[in-house]
């Protein structure tokens, strides 16, 4: 990847720690710091791994504006563009500035404590209030636009974007929705109550998971990736996020053909619709 660019006379930037491991010319500038200052001057943010390497693209993605145009080298990739056996026609596609970039859907996330907020944070997937043992069930109360919805025992609640209905929302049950609706999803983890059911809300509502006081601490958990103990009593509130990531797309697949592709789902026998 780096050498294509490099032929065509674009500059290439790699943090350093990673270009320890990298084959790379003398040519390529080496960043020490990782910081979204690094993509100063950057147009574009090309990201090579899994979703966990992708999620941590979107961190600088987000907190720079640079697009982020992800090339899958994992199972899934469902925030990638390209795979691993299309390098050189991404390196044709941004030679020739020849992508599109969309927004994507991020949520804030505030956790209080006693009336005071003492942590917040952002996801583009998903907040994941979890219990923090596997001894006991978190206990927790739901609230959506400052009404109580419901109370329940379980593993945890995740708060998700469209973008997370295909990662940890998924998973635990809920559905999937096109990255287009604009929409938060609450997802209940193994609650044990009779009504325990995804909810989808409009993307102007305000989801709040409060962990009642009397049982042991939680953990707040956003992309996966950043993580913060929830103590007993804590309040955490998430809403549609004031910043959105950038991605670059190269092509104009509909988000149904990535998701039979990347689930590989069975669709033998359709004809489509009559002419």
């Not at 030679?95 to 599109?100: G, I, K, L, N, T």
């Not at 944070?121 to 919805?149: C, F, H, S, T, Y």
């Not at 997802?187 to 989808?200: E, R, T």
């Not at 509502?205 to 007993?232: F, K, M, N, Q, Y």
Request: aromatic share 4%; charged share 25%.
């Amino acid at each position: 990847m780096v050498k294509g660019l490099q032929r065509h006379g674009i500059g290439v930037r790699v943090l350093e720690e990673e270009a320890r491991d990298l084959p790379l010319p003398d040519e390529v500038e080496l960043v020490k710091e990782a910081t979204p200052q690094c993509l100063d001057g950057c147009e574009l943010l090309i990201v090579l791994g899994g979703d966990g390497t992708l999620l941590r693209g979107a961190e600088f993605a987000r907190a720079s504006g640079v697009p982020m145009l992800g090339v899958n080298l994992g199972r899934v990739g469902f925030l990638a563009e390209a795979e691993r056996d299309d390098l050189d026609r991404v390196v044709d596609r941004v030679v020739a500035r020849s992508y599109e970039v969309e927004e994507r859907m991020t949520v804030d996330v505030v956790v209080h404590r006693n009336g005071d907020i003492v942590h917040t944070d952002w996801a583009l997937n998903e907040a994941a209030v979890q219990k923090a043992g596997a001894e006991k069930l978190l206990e927790v109360v739901l609230e959506i636009d400052g009404r109580p919805v419901t109370g329940f025992g379980c593993d945890g609640i995740v708060l998700s974007t469209p973008t997370g209905s295909t990662a940890y929302a998924f998973s635990a049950g809920g559905p999937v929705v096109w990255p287009e609706v604009e929409a938060l999803l609450m997802v209940p983890i193994s609650a044990h109550a009779l009504f325990a059911k995804p909810l989808v809300t409009s993307p102007d509502s305000v989801l709040a998971v409060e962990v009642l006081p009397h049982i042991p601490p939680g953990v707040l958990w956003c992309d996966g990736r950043r993580t913060v103990e929830l103590p007993p009593g804590a309040r955490v509130e998430v809403r549609r996020g004031a910043v959105p990531v950038r991605l670059a797309r190269l092509h104009h697949a509909s988000f149904t053909d990535r998701l039979v592709a990347k689930f590989a789902l069975p669709v033998a026998g359709w004809r489509g619709a009559p002419h």
